[in-house]
């Protein structure tokens, strides 16, 4: 079992930066890729980035590559997303997963592991 907890959320103007934590109980971090999903009222809960479990390999949706950055530190089994040039359709609810698939390039948001979610919102 992984538990998950989210931080870092916020409001920010457009233009500006957040970074958000996800902390993972449990001795089998490194062995999960972990990603980042987005989900607005009324839509579906959507894939933004991921990373496999040794930080080698990165995935992102086209619309947030150059802007935001995934990383891990797996000896402090947090997941961290930079979030730079944040734009008003960035708001929305972001929530860590943990999956392994998500090592391997899996966007679905089928995932084994979620955490509750944190607000972000950025105002024009």
């Known amino acids: 079992q992984v538990q998950l907890v989210e931080s870092g959320g916020g409001s920010v103007q457009a233009g500006g930066s957040l970074r958000l934590s996800c902390t993972a109980s449990?001795?089998?971090?490194?062995?999960?890729?972990m990603g980042w999903f987005r989900q607005v009222p009324g839509k579906e809960r959507g894939f933004v980035a991921a990373i496999s479990g040794n930080g080698d390999n990165l995935y992102y949706i086209d619309s947030v590559k150059g802007r935001f950055t995934i990383s891990r530190d797996n000896a402090k089994n947090t997941l961290y997303l930079q979030m730079d040039s944040l734009q008003p359709e960035d708001t929305a609810i972001y929530y860590c997963?943990?999956?392994?698939?998500?090592?391997?390039?899996?966007?679905?948001?089928?995932?084994?592991?979620w955490g509750q979610g944190t607000q972000v919102t950025v105002s024009s």
């Open positions: 997963a943990a999956d392994r698939r998500l090592s391997l390039g899996y966007r679905s948001s089928v995932v084994n592991y």
């Open positions: 449990g001795r089998t971090f490194s062995t999960y890729g």
